[in-house]
C-alpha cells in the first residue's frame, strides 16, 4: 500500500507540474481542521509530513480568517491555533471583513489559481471547490497520513482542451498570407476531374534483341578456351606414365645388376682360391726336397 501510496503521489505531483506550472519551494495554504486533526492523531508536525509527501521543499501559510475562526470554536482548537502561529500568515484582503475560513482559502484560488496553491483541508465541501479550479491541489489527513488528492474529471478536461486549441492556428497566424491563399484554393469548386496518366505497354527486354554475332564469337571463344584446356589435360596424362614408368626401370635394372656383381665376386674368389693351393703346393715341394739332403748325408 505505502508504496502504491507513493506512486500515485508522483504521477499527480508531475501531472501539476506539467500541466499548471507547480514548482518547488511548494506553497501551502493550512486550514485550521487540517492542523486540528494532525493534533488529534499525533502525527506530528505538518510542514514535515508535506515535506516527506511531496519530497521538496514546502512553505506553508494561514490567514488570519482561519485564525479567527479556531478562535471563535473555543478551547478544543486552542492546540491547532498555537501550531498555525508557527506559519507566516498570507493577505488575503479579509481583514475588516468577516469571512469563513473556507471561503477565504477558495478566494485564494481564484478561477485559475495563478500562485500555484496547494489548498489543506479536512472539509469536503471545500475540497471539492478547489478540486473544480483547473490547478487546484487538495491535501487531506488520515489515519495513514498525509495524502494527495487525485486530478478530478474536470482539470483533465480541462487539460485536453487546452491541448486541443493549442493545435489550432493563432489569429496571427489566421492573418498570414500564405493560409489566406491555401485557403482560398480550397473553397474554390473543382470541375474538372483530375487526369491520370496511364502505363504504356513496355517493349521486350533490349537484351534480349542483342545481334546473334555477338553470341557466336562468344561461342568460338569458349570453344577455344575449352580446346586447349583439353590439349593440358592431355599432355598432362601423357607426362604421368612416363613419370610413373621411371621407377619401375630402375628397379628392373637393380635386379640385372646384382647377379653380375655377384658372378663377378664369386670369380674372384676362385681365383684367390687357386693361387693359395698353387702356393701350398709349392711350399711343400721345397720342404720335402730339403729333408731328403739332409738324410742321405747322415747314411753316408
Known amino acids: 500500500m505505502r ?18 506550472g507547480h514548482r518547488p519551494p511548494y506553497k501551502v495554504l493550512l486550514d485550521g481542521n487540517f492542523a486540528h486533526a494532525l493534533e488529534a492523531m499525533k502525527k506530528g508536525e505538518s510542514k514535515d509530513l508535506i515535506e516527506r509527501l511531496l519530497g521538496d521543499t514546502v512553505k506553508c501559510y494561514t490567514t488570519h480568517c482561519v485564525q479567527r475562526e479556531l478562535k471563535k470554536l473555543g478551547k478544543e482548537y486552542a492546540g491547532a491555533r498555537q501550531l ?43 475540497h471539492r471547490r478547489c478540486m473544480s479550479v483547473p490547478g487546484g491541489a487538495v491535501l487531506f489527513a488520515s489515519i495513514n497520513g498525509v495524502h494527495l ?26 492573418h498570414s498570407v500564405a493560409l489566406q491563399v491555401d485557403g482560398a484554393t480550397q473553397q474554390q469548386p473543382t470541375t474538372e476531374r483530375p487526369s491520370f ?17 555477338r553470341k557466336e564469337l562468344a561461342a568460338a571463344v569458349r570453344d577455344a ?9 592431355q599432355q598432362q596424362q601423357q607426362q604421368q606414365p612416363a613419370q610413373a614408368a621411371q621407377p619401375k626401370l630402375q628397379q628392373q635394372q637393380q635386379p640385372a645388376k646384382q647377379p653380375q656383381q655377384q658372378q663377378a665376386h664369386k670369380d674372384g674368389e676362385q681365383q684367390q682360391g687357386v693361387k693359395r693351393k698353387r702356393q701350398r703346393r709349392r711350399g711343400k715341394a721345397s720342404g720335402g726336397d730339403g729333408g731328403g739332403g739332409v738324410d742321405g748325408g747322415g747314411s753316408d
Open 3 to 20: 508504496r502504491k501510496k507513493h506512486k500515485n503521489t508522483r504521477r499527480t505531483l508531475r501531472f501539476y507540474r506539467i500541466q499548471f
Open 149 to 174: 488528492e487525485t486530478p478530478s474529471a474536470l482539470q483533465k478536461q480541462r487539460v485536453k482542451l487546452e491541448e486541443q486549441r493549442n493545435l489550432l492556428p493563432s489569429q496571427a497566424e489566421l
Open 197 to 213: 496518366r496511364r502505363k504504356k505497354a513496355k517493349g521486350p527486354n533490349p537484351l534480349s534483341l542483342l545481334p546473334k554475332k
Open 84 to 126: 498555525l502561529k508557527r506559519y507566516p500568515l498570507h493577505k488575503c484582503g479579509h481583514d475588516e471583513e468577516h469571512c469563513s475560513a473556507a471561503d477565504c482559502l477558495a478566494a485564494q484560488l481564484g478561477d485559475k489559481n495563478e500562485e500555484h496553491f496547494f489548498v489543506a483541508t479536512q472539509d469536503k465541501v471545500l
Open 225 to 233: 578456351g575449352s580446346g586447349k584446356q583439353k590439349q593440358q589435360q
